[in-house]
């Protein structure tokens, strides 16, 4: 059957068939990336929560917690292990710990967060040496007299900074994503 344009059905078909191979391909190829982790998501115990989080590093990042609360929204943890796969072996890089339920372990295109109510940490994978890095603190503490006063520490180098200038950095903080745990392969 020929329709008027002189392309045949049997083309259109062949046609809509290959792409659909190759989204298909292309869907398949980014599943088998964070597949990497299946395994280690296997292995862990019962009481064990995990979510996988994109950070701006190579690979998705791995966040096993047994300690978790449920924030109204989200299952949260302020405690948490972090694994990575560089290499295509999944190794755990360390922990990162928060100071309380009003501050939860959190992530954005930049990194994972931790928190207190005077300060903040930002975490990133070093892609290059697959470790986890404490890339950026800020803080705030108090003299004798309690006069309060305000820190930036960025890639190891410590600055004084004015009240304002710590808010705003707090802000991004506030307005990252706090991570979900989940059970197994529910999502529960």
Do not use: W
């Not at 996988?52 to 998705?60: K, M, Q, R």
């Not at 972090?82 to 360390?94: M, Q």
């Not at 339920?101 to 994978?125: C, E, K, N, W």
């Amino acid at each position: 059957m020929e329709r008027k344009t002189g392309i045949s059905v049997k083309k259109i078909i062949c046609r809509a068939a290959a792409i659909a191979a190759v989204l298909c391909l292309t869907a398949c190829g980014k599943k088998k990336e964070s597949n990497v982790y299946g395994p280690t998501i296997a292995g862990l115990e019962d009481e064990e929560l995990f979510a996988l989080v994109e950070i701006g590093a190579d690979s998705p990042v791995l966040l096993v917690t047994d300690q978790y609360y449920d924030d109204g929204v989200n299952q949260a943890s302020i405690f948490c292990n972090v694994y990575y796969a560089g290499d295509g072996e999944v190794r755990k890089l360390g922990t990162i710990e928060s100071l309380g339920t009003a501050y939860p372990v959190s992530y954005d295109d930049s990194g994972l967060y931790a928190g207190s109510g005077h300060g903040m940490q930002r975490f990133v994978i070093d892609d290059e040496t697959d470790t986890l890095v404490l890339e950026e603190e800020l803080a705030e503490t108090f003299d004798s007299d309690g006069n309060a006063s305000y820190t930036r520490t960025l890639r190891g180098e410590t600055k004084m900074i004015t009240e304002e200038e710590y808010l705003a950095e707090m802000e991004k903080y506030a307005d990252t994503v706090t991570v979900h745990f989940v059970y197994g392969a529910t999502g529960t």
